[in-house]
Structures are given as structure tokens and as C-alpha cells.
T-cell receptor
């Protein structure tokens, strides 16, 4: 199984809502990533988990809260988002071995904040 | 920042022609990777070239790396309509202050292959 799955595919939420994005992989990868991608822009790194521990937080606002409950799952909890947070949220995973290899991406969650 | 910069930003070619995309970056790297993204979907890894390699092939793809010029190129030969997508280069290096590696993506080239 070389797939990264993300749910939901689409999400519309109001600025006062709380929602969560979910990412799952069963490739035994121990590095997992959240990216944010605005239209016609490259993905921007948000968070990195390495062996279930938060390794990198790229100064992301606290209204985004990541969680890695186990080695296969990655969540992104959303609260009090702003319309400018509307974007495609991509999850990726990578084998945490010797050096930076390829990342496997999920199909993304298209988030719209109203 | 070691962000890659691709050029051209957009490229339109006829089916069967070759497509060349270029990428420049700013700092030292461990490797450079190319990804493809179909409209609004996830990225797919195409090819990885290490900093001590100069050229690599995979099917219809050919990647070159010139570390002295901090640049790379991706050549897609005999293009097909299905190659229509955005292509991103990504440089891999250690994140400052952390032990983990991260990818920094360039701005991307949007390729359109006309049947």
C-alpha cells in the first residue's frame, strides 16, 4: 500500500466552527507533513512530525493545531479560521531513514472558510 | 531561503514535442526532486537527483543538476496530453534548528500539451 489518504476531500466551515482534517498512511513512514497550498502557488510547509513528535512548526497561527496520535495517523485541528485560510491542505509522508527521500502526498482537502 | 525558482512559469507545446523546465535555487542541497501536480490534486514524485549526480533518467524524463550554478532542468520527451500539469522542483535540506529534512518548493511551471 503506497497511498496516503486524506479526509474529507472538501470542507466548508464558518469562522466560528471547529473541524479536523485527517491523514492516514500505512507505509511505515515515520515522518509526516502538513502543507498549505493557495491557488497557483507552491505548497508551503506548515508542520513536520518525526517519530510522532512535532519536529518543525513553521510559525503557523495557533488556530491550526496538529496532532499525531500514532505512526499512521496525522490530524490537523482547525478553530476560528479566517477566510484567507481557504486553501488546499496537503498531507505527505516519508520514510525517515538516511537522508531526505521522496515524499508521498495525499490528494488534499480543499478547505473553504466562509 | 533555498526556494527554487522555475522558469518558464507557463509552457504550451504540441503533443510529441519536448518540454524543458528549469529550476534555480539558492543554498546547498542534499538532493533536488521534481514533482507533478494535476489541477487541484496531490503532488506525485517524479524523480530525485542527489547533489553528487549530474544527470538522471526515468522513462521519458531526464533531469540534470549543476550544483556550481545551483540549477536543474527537467526534460520531458515526446510529450503527451496526459503530461498536462504543474511541475515543481523541490530542494531538500535540513531545517535550521531541527534534525528533520524539509522540502522547499519552487514556484512551478504550468505545462499544457495540446493534442
Amino acid at each position: 500500500d503506497t497511498e496516503v489518504t486524506q479526509t474529507p476531500k472538501h470542507l466548508v466551515m464558518g469562522m466560528t466552527n471547529k473541524k479536523s482534517l485527517k491523514c492516514e498512511q500505512h507505509m511505515g513512514h515515520r515522518a509526516m507533513y502538513w502543507y498549505k497550498q493557495k491557488a497557483k502557488k507552491p505548497p508551503e510547509l506548515m508542520f513536520v512530525y518525526s517519530y510522532e513528535k512535532l519536529s518543525i512548526n513553521e510559525s503557523v497561527p495557533s488556530r491550526f493545531s496538529p496532532e499525531c496520535p500514532n505512526s499512521s495517523l496525522l490530524n490537523l485541528h482547525l478553530h476560528a479560521l479566517q477566510p484567507e485560510d481557504s486553501a488546499l491542505y496537503l498531507c505527505a509522508s516519508r520514510y525517515e531513514g538516511q537522508g531526505p527521500g521522496e515524499q508521498y502526498f495525499g490528494p488534499g482537502t480543499r478547505l473553504t472558510v466562509t | 531561503s533555498q526556494q527554487g525558482e522555475e522558469d518558464p512559469q507557463a509552457l504550451s507545446i504540441q503533443e510529441g514535442e519536448n518540454a524543458t523546465m528549469n529550476c534555480s535555487y539558492k543554498t546547498s542541497i542534499n538532493n533536488l526532486q521534481w514533482y507533478r501536480q494535476n489541477s487541484g490534486r496531490g503532488l506525485v514524485h517524479l524523480i530525485l537527483i542527489r547533489s553528487n549526480e549530474r544527470e538522471k533518467h526515468s522513462g521519458r524524463l531526464r533531469v540534470t543538476l549543476d550544483t556550481s550554478k545551483k540549477s536543474s532542468s527537467l526534460l520531458i520527451t515526446a510529450s503527451r496530453a496526459a503530461d498536462t500539469a504543474s511541475y515543481f522542483c523541490a530542494t531538500a535540506g535540513k531545517h535550521s534548528g531541527a534534525g528533520s529534512y524539509q522540502l522547499t518548493f519552487g514556484k512551478g511551471t504550468k505545462l499544457s500539451v495540446i493534442p
